[in-house]
């Protein structure tokens, strides 16, 4: 089990009522979240990678079967989950954010930063051999704007604001469809998760999340029974991928 799963655990084993929402009656794999007879498991592969993600997750999106923070951790060895708390924060945490063996970057839109915070709208050139710990903050949109605002913990880390405008230039369409959103720069986690392994110019890391995102979400559709617009060959494309 990698960090996600462990975080789901956690959580599900403190929650005191059954989950009751959209698909509450679909049988589940407990790691993957798909429906038991679309459970994509054995397909599940690491990826060997120069960077690293810290997924802070909001309380409501820990056990979320849509998640696709989760799917981050399917692929990238190097992935970190923590549950979000404002005033609450873990030693572990902290810990991590200052270890020397990380370069820290909150990825999140420029337009939120306050004027004296330091922002990069690319990956700063390497100066150090530190890996890049990007850190995601998981949750809906309103979630997202309000553990960015009152983590006080992260204020003094430089942001990492991924263009939108620039990425549309160069042909980018976001392919997520699971739901909706509000603005053309609310991506899932995951794309943004793909897009930072881009930048980092892990291009077969990128495309292998990707591709994976694409089979969950193709899974996903069948396991809730929802109209399925997406292209079925994509289970053989991601097998095709992990073979070459």
């Not at 798909?34 to 909001?58: I, K, P």
């Not at 609450?88 to 991590?96: F, G, P, Y």
């Not at 890996?131 to 309103?142: A, E, H, Q, V, Y």
Request: proline share 4%; glycine share 2%.
């Amino acid at each position: 089990m990698h960090a996600v799963h462990q975080l789901y655990f956690q959580r599900k084993s403190q929650s005191t009522k059954p989950y009751n929402a959209r698909g509450k009656g679909v049988k589940r794999c407990e790691l993957c979240q798909l429906a038991q007879v679309h459970c994509f498991c054995l397909l599940r592969q690491n990826q060997q990678s120069n960077s690293s993600f810290l997924l802070l997750m909001h309380d409501c999106e820990v056990l979320k079967p849509s998640n696709t923070g989760r799917l981050i951790a399917d692929v990238i060895t190097d992935t970190y989950a923590f549950q979000w708390h404002r005033t609450e924060v873990s030693e572990e945490l902290i810990n991590l954010i200052n270890h020397p063996d990380y370069q820290p970057y909150v990825v999140f839109p420029h337009q939120y930063a306050t004027d004296d915070r330091n922002v990069y709208h690319h990956l700063p050139e390497k100066k150090s051999n530190k890996k890049p710990l990007f850190i995601l903050l998981d949750g809906s949109w309103r979630e997202a704007k309000k553990m960015f605002r009152k983590s006080k913990y992260l204020s003094a880390l430089p942001v990492l604001s991924l263009s939108l405008d620039a990425l549309s230039a160069r042909g980018y369409i976001s392919t997520y469809s699971l739901r909706k959103a509000e603005q053309g720069f609310q991506l899932s986690t995951a794309e943004v998760a793909s897009l930072l392994l881009i930048e980092a110019e892990e291009i077969k890391a990128a495309e292998h999340l990707s591709l994976w995102q694409q089979l969950f979400e193709y899974r996903y559709r069948k396991s809730v029974c929802q109209p399925n617009h997406l292209d079925p060959a994509i289970e053989q494309t991601f097998i095709t991928f992990i073979k070459s």
